[in-house]
């Protein structure tokens, strides 16, 4: 996976040679900004992505070699990623969120020799001890990568690209680690170029003339969409925060119009709140693309009704980047099919580069209609983890990736997502999914949110508890429980939170929620 040998295995898959591609035919079209600051057009962006890898190669990165980024979102990203790239070296993501210890990690393990950084994150590092060089982006060193700070209309093409083989590493991402040491997802230049590709046919379509919005971590699912809006010659546009704030996202929309973006589906409900508050209508938001966690049918069902048909969905993973299933705009905004409401609590059907089945604990295709661990195989999906064979083997069966997702499949394709395998809870023998018992929960207008997880019993095995961040009363939830699922499902518990227990990409932290069950029993 190094690269070493490309030339014998075909050359020319660099996926960085998209924004190379982008700078030759459209060098005039504006490409960074900084809220409504344009910062380079697409010739100034190619030319930086050179001085970077030109860089790179003068402090003895070579082909193969990892460099990380962990700065906030900023301009500067997308030009440290594609200098990175054009020296044929892959990219270690970090998010901005992490703990300098956090990060040190990914950084040992990966043996990242450089990390480009954000100012309050190089400080982080050093006080981690982490390893390799940090070059913090505000500082000196980056300055003289540049000499005279190219903005638009800056033209120094120097050479190409290093030609990369479709296999070769070009992104290594770290999972959140919400279970143990995070795993660093290899994933290859095919990858990326086949979930760019199924961007265009399966979610949404770029334009020139499109405003891709980065208010969620570039780290993330957010930066990994950004070489179709390169390769289209699209603007890509960092808040001024730096993060995720509802009332910029309106202002920044409505300036550029056209704009996509991908949001947390806990982003989209604050999205929705803000709007109810204010009598924002999200004017200038084109596509909003939500994953990453659960999307309750009732939030989204509102989010709709302010917003429009503005809304995709997509399912995806580090071992399989935004690549599994998609829920199309029709799909999320359709009340008239039969079925509607059941198609808008799945996740869509397969990508076009993809196949998907239901499998036993074993990886063995079941029947459709039945319940099982969603399987994926095609071309985004992952070849293994880094220099991780076991968790390889484990994940990796019969050519099927296992996701570690329960669900199921109807006869039409559309895949219904219940819980992770962990989250999943037996009591008395029989099988509980908590997102079932969430979305009932989340229907009371009390609710502002509801997590559900298991805790042992010495009868039944595990019985079933409910978090809620809200003012509904128990009463009123058991009622509403009993009225639309069974009995065995219902909550044997209540506790009240004032927020829930999340990660740095707004997944809810089940595994703290039982931490806190656990020490209660002890």
């Not at 961007?199 to 969620?216: F, K, N, S």
């Not at 935004?322 to 198609?343: F, N, Q």
């Not at 994926?376 to 880094?386: C, Q």
């Not at 394709?413 to 079932?436: A, C, F, H, V, W």
Request: net charge negative; glycine share 10%; with cysteine.
């Amino acid at each position: 996976m190094d690269g070493t040998d490309a030339g014998m295995r075909g050359q020319g898959m660099n996926i960085g040679s998209w924004l190379a591609r982008t700078a030759t035919v459209r060098p005039d079209r504006p490409a960074l900004f900084l809220g409504r600051d344009c910062v380079a057009d697409y010739a100034a962006f190619d030319a930086r992505a050179v001085r970077v890898a030109d860089w790179l190669a003068a402090q003895g990165v070579l082909p193969g070699d990892r460099v990380a980024i962990f700065m906030k979102n900023c301009p500067d990203y997308l030009i440290a990623q594609y200098g990175i790239w054009y020296a044929g070296a892959a990219a270690v993501p970090i998010n901005a969120k992490l703990h300098g210890r956090e990060a040190a990690f990914i950084l040992q393990d990966s043996g990242a020799k450089i990390a480009f950084t954000s100012l309050d994150l190089t400080e982080a590092l050093a006080g981690a001890a982490a390893p390799g060089r940090h070059v913090d982006i505000t500082g000196d060193v980056w300055a003289r990568i540049f000499v005279e700070n190219p903005g638009p209309g800056f033209s120094a093409k120097t050479r190409a690209p290093v030609p990369r083989a479709a296999d070769d590493l070009c992104w290594l991402f770290y999972t959140s680690g919400t279970t143990g040491k995070p795993k660093g997802v290899m994933i290859t230049h095919r990858m990326l170029m086949a979930m760019s590709l199924c961007y265009a046919t399966d979610v949404d379509e770029v334009r020139a003339g499109d405003a891709v919005l980065y208010a969620a971590p570039m780290s993330h699912g957010a930066g990994i969409y950004n070489m179709l809006h390169v390769l289209k010659g699209a603007a890509h546009v960092c808040p001024p925060s730096g993060g995720f704030d509802e009332a910029e996202i309106f202002n920044l929309a409505r300036h550029f119009g056209s704009v996509q973006m991908f949001a947390a589906p806990t982003m989209v409900k604050r999205m929705t709140q803000a709007a109810r508050a204010t009598g924002e209508t999200g004017e200038g938001l084109r596509t909003v693309v939500y994953a990453g966690g659960p999307m309750y049918v009732a939030d989204i069902i509102e989010a709709v009704e302010i917003f429009g048909p503005v809304f995709v969905q997509i399912y995806g993973q580090g071992e399989c980047p935004m690549g599994i299933t998609a829920l199309s705009r029709h799909d999320v905004t359709d009340r008239s099919h039969p079925r509607w409401r059941e198609r808008l609590a799945s996740v869509g059907r397969a990508q076009s580069a993809v196949e998907i089945a239901i499998g036993d604990a074993d990886g063995t295709p079941l029947p459709v209609g039945s319940h099982g661990e969603i399987m994926v195989r095609g071309d985004t999906v992952m070849p293994g983890y880094w220099q991780n064979p076991q968790a390889t083997t484990k994940t990796l069966v019969n050519g099927w990736l296992m996701t570690g997702d329960m669900g199921f499949l109807d006869e039409d394709g559309y895949l219904t997502m219940q819980d992770r395998s962990k989250d999943m809870i037996i009591s008395g023998g029989s099988n509980i999914y908590p997102r079932e018992v969430e979305e009932v929960l989340l229907t009371h207008p009390g609710v502002t949110e509801a997590a559900v997880v298991g805790r042992a019993h010495p009868e039944w095995g595990e019985e079933v508890v409910a978090f809620i961040v809200g003012g509904a009363g128990a009463a009123d939830l058991d009622r509403l429980c009993t009225q639309n699922i069974a009995r065995f499902k219902r909550p044997k518990d209540y506790r009240w939170l004032p927020d829930l227990p999340k990660n740095n990409y707004g997944k809810v932290l089940k595994t703290e929620l039982r931490k806190l069950l656990e020490d209660e029993g002890q």
